[in-house]
């Protein structure tokens, strides 16, 4: 059995992942996807092993590269559906929303010109997030029209037309924290609350938001697997709110990083990984 | 191992277990380096790529 890491950033987690591969008796190669040039109108590719861990930190890179990988028959966690369903927030709201997974309240404006309308229809405060994008980067919240109108002067101004289109969702009230939960096929491996830091709102480790553990209870297993399931099952991080009225879902993650998890886990999330990798390629 | 900081000019100093493609730091100046090549005792590091939009989980 061999394993394929690929990566274009070299994390603690990948390191982690080798580490624990070859503690499993696990052959491992790590692929550093930027010196790859691929045929890809070839008949076949050759090079990567049983199975293919995507850690690419790059959403389009880890995308195409899986693109390439699937049409050329090599198993890749996770797979390409997965990464779009994740790697959009527009596809993963609505995912979510089909599956009767309890999610914030979210609309979309095309242009500019609707924003408005749509966050009084939200009702404010609103949160702006862009389609695509991580680590909280960019997400930003409006409590009245002014700060509204400053947003979208700024987001216009940018040069990308996928930056004039607007993800405008509710704000949800909630303690200053969320909680992630790292799902490995039917399996919850890791959860853990991410605190927000003293000034920001949001909960993102990258923002330096810390984790302490989380307890699973009953109504959140169920809210957790129906949510990874909603856009396509594989190896996830589901993000969750407490809210008001019970769990909200409002992110699901495909490239997992677990660095902050693990400060919180007793046990090795790489190993979990490397299992999950391994029953998958044997399947 | 230890290498120069193309910025600040101070020593990086780099773990012994590191690999091709880690990130390493200069404690000065914080400048980001990636572990480029490592041959006989020896490293290359070369300036890490800036975190893009797309960047992330």
């Given at each position: 059995?061999?394993?394929?890491?690929?990566?274009?950033?070299?994390?603690?987690?990948?390191?982690?992942?080798?580490?624990?591969?070859?503690?499993?008796?696990?052959?491992?190669?790590?692929?550093?996807?930027?010196?790859?040039?691929?045929?890809?109108?070839?008949?076949?590719?050759?090079?990567?092993?049983?199975?293919?861990?995507?850690?690419?930190?790059?959403?389009?890179?880890?995308?195409?590269?899986?693109?390439?990988?699937?049409?050329?028959?090599?198993?890749?966690?996770?797979?390409?559906?997965?990464?779009?369903?994740?790697?959009?927030k527009?596809?993963t709201?609505?995912?979510?929303?089909?599956?009767?997974?309890?999610?914030?309240?979210?609309?979309?404006?095309?242009?500019?010109?609707?924003?408005?309308?749509?966050?009084?229809?939200?009702?404010?405060?609103?949160?702006?997030?862009?389609?695509?994008?991580?680590?909280?980067?960019?997400?930003?919240?409006?409590?009245?029209?002014?700060?509204?109108?400053?947003?979208?002067?700024?987001?216009?101004?940018?040069?990308?037309?996928?930056?004039?289109?607007?993800?405008?969702?509710?704000?949800?009230?909630?303690?200053?924290?969320?909680?992630?939960?790292?799902?490995?096929?039917?399996?919850?491996?890791?959860?853990?609350?991410?605190?927000?830091?003293?000034?920001?709102?949001?909960?993102?480790?990258?923002?330096?938001?810390?984790?302490?553990?989380?307890?699973?209870?009953?109504?959140?297993?169920?809210?957790?697997?129906?949510?990874?399931?909603?856009?396509?099952?594989?190896?996830?991080?589901?993000d969750?709110?407490?809210?008001?009225?019970?769990?909200?879902v409002h992110e699901v993650n495909?490239?997992?990083?677990?660095?902050?998890?693990?400060?919180?886990?007793?046990?090795?999330?790489?190993?979990?990984?490397?299992?999950?990798?391994?029953?998958?390629?044997?399947? | 191992?230890?290498?120069?900081?193309?910025?600040?000019?101070?020593?990086?100093?780099?773990?012994?277990?590191?690999?091709?493609?880690?990130?390493?730091?200069?404690?000065?100046?914080?400048?980001?380096?990636?572990?480029?090549?490592?041959?006989?005792?020896?490293?290359?590091?070369?300036?890490?790529?800036?975190?893009?939009?797309?960047?992330?989980?």
């Amino acid at each position: 059995m061999k394993l394929t890491i690929t990566f274009d950033r070299l994390r603690l987690e990948e390191k982690e992942l080798v580490k624990e591969a070859a503690k499993a008796g696990c052959k491992t190669d790590l692929v550093d996807v930027r010196k790859l040039s691929l045929n890809i109108t070839g008949k076949k590719i050759s090079g990567f092993g049983d199975i293919v861990l995507q850690r690419c930190i790059s959403y389009y890179r880890s995308l195409y590269l899986t693109w390439i990988l699937e049409n050329h028959g090599m198993r890749v966690i996770n797979t390409a559906k997965v990464a779009q369903a994740c790697g959009n927030k527009l596809l993963t709201s609505m995912l979510l929303a089909k599956a009767g997974v309890p999610t914030p309240k979210t609309y979309v404006a095309l242009s500019s010109e609707s924003v408005f309308e749509t966050a009084d229809k939200v009702g404010y405060p609103v949160v702006l997030k862009p389609f695509t994008g991580s680590w909280g980067r960019m997400v930003d919240i409006a409590k009245e029209p002014q700060t509204l109108n400053t947003i979208v002067e700024y987001r216009e101004a940018m040069q990308s037309p996928i930056d004039h289109m607007y993800y405008v969702q509710e704000f949800v009230k909630r303690p200053p924290r969320d909680i992630r939960l790292i799902v490995a096929g039917d399996e919850i491996i890791a959860s853990v609350y991410r605190n927000a830091p003293k000034d920001d709102w949001r909960t993102n480790v990258a923002r330096g938001g810390t984790t302490t553990a989380f307890k699973l209870n009953k109504e959140i297993e169920e809210i957790t697997l129906k949510a990874a399931e909603a856009v396509g099952g594989g190896l996830v991080g589901v993000d969750a709110m407490e809210s008001k009225s019970g769990y909200l879902v409002h992110e699901v993650n495909n490239t997992v990083e677990f660095k902050g998890a693990q400060a919180s886990t007793e046990h090795k999330i790489a190993r979990k990984i490397v299992d999950y990798a391994v029953a998958e390629a044997k399947r | 191992m230890k290498a120069k900081c193309e910025e600040c000019d101070a020593d990086i100093s780099v773990p012994d277990d590191a690999i091709v493609g880690e990130i390493v730091k200069c404690k000065e100046c914080g400048s980001d380096y990636e572990v480029a090549e490592i041959s006989k005792g020896q490293v290359r590091l070369k300036v890490a790529e800036v975190a893009e939009e797309d960047w992330g989980e």
